[in-house]
Structures are given as C-alpha cells and as structure tokens.
C-alpha cells in the first residue's frame, strides 16, 4: 500500500493497528500481508520511494490511496470515495497559454483496469484522474486542465504510482476520497477531516471489516493471470 502522507494513512494505521518498523507501518489480517508505504507529496516522491520498496521486495498487488479534488462545484461530492480509472500526467508536456492548449507527453493516460471492476463490485463511483504537481488553483491553470483532459477529479500522484506498476507489471488499484472542489475564480470547498475519515473507515472495512473475505477474493482474481498466490 502506499499514500502520500500520514494524515491520509492515520486511521487506518490506528484502527489496523498497523506497526512501524523498518520505514514502513506493518501488519498481518487473516487474508492479507500489509506493507504501507509514505512517499511524500508529488510525482518525485512516488516514483522512486514506490519503485525502491517494490524492487526490494516482491508483491503481489499495489493499493495506492488518498485524497484528491473535484472539478465541479456540488460540495456534497466532498467526502465520497472514488477509484480512479485513468490517470494522465496533466502537467508534463507542451503548454500554449495564449490558447489555452496544452500537448501532453503521455496523451492516452494510464488505464488503471483493476480500478474499474473494483468500481463495479464494490459499487463506488470511478472516472480518471489528472495527476498534477501542482494543483489546478489559478484560473489559468484550471482553463487548460478543462479543455484539454477529460478527466473528473485531481491529484498529485496517481499517474505516477500507476506508471511504476505499469512498468513493473504489478496489480493496481487506487482508492480516493474527495477532499474539495476545485472550482474556477474561488478556492473551493475544502473538507479534508471528513476526507480523512471516509477514507480510514472505507479501507478498514475491505481489510479488516464484514468486506474483508470479498476483498480477499477480489483480488485473489486479479493477480491469477499474473501467475501469482497471496
């Protein structure tokens, strides 16, 4: 598993009981093995502290986690759990900002498969995902996201977590709960205890909860054409 920071992780770590040791927060439930890693904020951090920890040891799945934005103005998005289909690197690329284009490196996105059946079993809303270093906070910004991504909501690193597995040939899935609107001319609604809170419980529920064993057998699904057991 991986977040970006602690306060995104301190639920679940708190009512998973999960230990620290070695750099990472640890435990054992009665279908998983759980390593949980922090990358930090942003593409950098989550590229290479992923890319380190699943190179040092082998894993079956890669669940990324945490909060991200909405493009839209309907405060009561904020607080409900989405796992992100596509992820497009919406910063990396050619810019014109006289017209508002924009001319991404990846222009396809990162389909994120596993992210999709997930939506359907578990009956929790799913679209791509615009991965940014830097939110979509100006008016300018936000003009050249909308008309050149297709995208629904925002972060800083799902792409790039997405792209380390891609390139690893790893399982994964990514769960996030809508911290705040992004909206033009106004810094949006913002409600990240509520985000925090949502997103503990949700993932409490799938490892540790009445949800654990469909979980188990979710996944257990998805690694078989890998040729991999848990």
Do not use: H
């Amino acid at each position: 598993m991986s977040a970006a920071v602690y306060r995104e992780a301190e639920k679940f770590i708190n009512d998973g009981r999960l230990v620290f040791d070695n750099g990472l927060y640890c435990c054992k439930t009665d279908f998983f093995s759980i390593d949980l890693i922090l990358t930090g904020v942003g593409g950098a951090g989550a590229t290479y502290y992923l890319t380190r920890q699943t190179m040092k040891k082998e894993y079956d799945f890669v669940l990324g986690f945490g909060v991200c934005g909405v493009y839209s103005n309907d405060k009561l998005l904020v607080g409900q759990m989405v796992c992100p289909n596509k992820a497009f690197f919406a910063d990396l690329g050619f810019e014109n900002r006289k017209t508002a284009t924009f001319l991404p490196l990846d222009a396809n996105g990162i389909s994120i498969k596993v992210s999709e059946r997930f939506s359907t079993a578990f009956n929790i809303a799913t679209g791509a995902v615009n991965t940014r270093n830097f939110p979509s906070t100006k008016p300018n910004d936000l003009d050249v996201v909308l008309k050149n991504f297709t995208a629904k909501y925002e972060t800083m690193e799902s792409a790039y977590c997405a792209n380390v597995c891609r390139l690893q040939k790893k399982s994964y899935l990514e769960l996030r709960c809508v911290s705040n609107t992004i909206e033009q001319n106004c810094a949006g609604f913002w409600n990240l205890s509520v985000s925090f809170y949502n997103l503990g419980l949700f993932l409490y529920d799938i490892f540790f909860g009445k949800n654990s064993e469909t979980f188990y057998n979710f996944v257990k699904l998805e690694i078989e054409p890998f040729g991999k057991k848990i």
